[in-house]
């Protein structure tokens, strides 16, 4: 229980009582459960959609989803994702290692923080009530599961250094594929053979992200993994209005 205590306060600001998991590694190891926080905080989404969906005007009832979905997450990916995209700039990996650590945002970060709100709001704006409600509850499960399965899969930059490092270090190698099982099932469930094409479409976004970024830092960090989850989701919720649009969903 205490890697479940770990896991929830570190990606959600759900204050549960107990001690959680410490030392060397506890996150990496606690990885186990961030699919479980994901289905939690996405039934959590799920049933505010029902409540907004009745309140307000569709652009409207997304825009409010968006926003408690970051708020309930504590904005810890976000500010991952503006870490990296202000990183980018940087002329070597030693460079854009020292700029991603600055605490203040650039213009980069700044403007994918808000391109990312608004295609994620404009995303749930275009789901009807029923499948909104379905898409909610599976895209912050992928979302989680993609740190697994990407922190598997590459090496961190700064070994030995930083939570991201921790992170990828004590990650159970097996996790990430047990999971990928249970979370193909979740998506066929829930939206059948389309479940299947957002999942695929958020793990490519996250995978595809991490390369990228591993390719100019020689490796991944805690920031990379964090923008990763946010990527993830929000290649399930364009996947997701595609497949809507095309009525294939």
């Known amino acids: 229980m ?15 009582p107990g001690r959680e998991a410490t030392g060397a590694g506890a996150l990496g190891r606690a990885a186990w459960w ?17 409540v907004l969906g009745r309140l307000f005007p569709p652009l409207l009832a997304a825009l409010l989803l968006v926003s408690i979905w970051k708020v309930a997450t504590g904005g810890v990916h976000l500010d991952g994702l503006a870490d990296c ?8 990996p030693a460079r854009r290692l020292a700029i991603m ?3 203040r945002i650039g213009v980069f970060g700044a403007g994918g923080l808000v391109l990312c709100i608004m295609i994620a709001t404009a995303s749930l704006a275009e789901l009807s009530p029923p499948l909104r409600g379905r898409v909610l509850f599976l895209a912050p499960v992928i979302g989680r599961l993609a740190p ?11 070994p030995g250094e930083g939570a991201g490092a921790g992170f990828v270090e004590a990650l159970p190698r097996w996790a990430g594929a047990a999971h990928l099982a249970l979370v193909a099932g979740l998506a066929a469930a829930l939206l059948g053979p389309g479940g299947f094409v957002l999942l695929a479409a958020g793990l490519a976004a996250a995978f595809a992200w991490s390369a990228l970024l591993a390719r100019g830092l020689g490796g991944v960090t805690g920031d990379v993994l964090g923008a990763g989850v946010e990527l993830a989701e929000l290649g399930a919720l364009l996947a997701a209005a595609a497949l809507a649009y095309r009525g294939a969903l």
């Open 2 to 16: 205490a890697s479940l205590i770990l896991a929830v306060r570190f990606l959600t600001i759900v204050p549960v």
């Open 101 to 103: 650590r600055d605490s």
């Open 85 to 92: 995209l202000d990183g980018l700039g940087g002329v070597d």
């Open 34 to 50: 961030f699919p479980v926080v994901g289905l939690g905080l996405g039934a959590g989404l799920a049933l505010a959609d029902l």
């Open 148 to 158: 697994l399965l990407v922190g598997a899969c590459f090496a961190p930059a700064t």
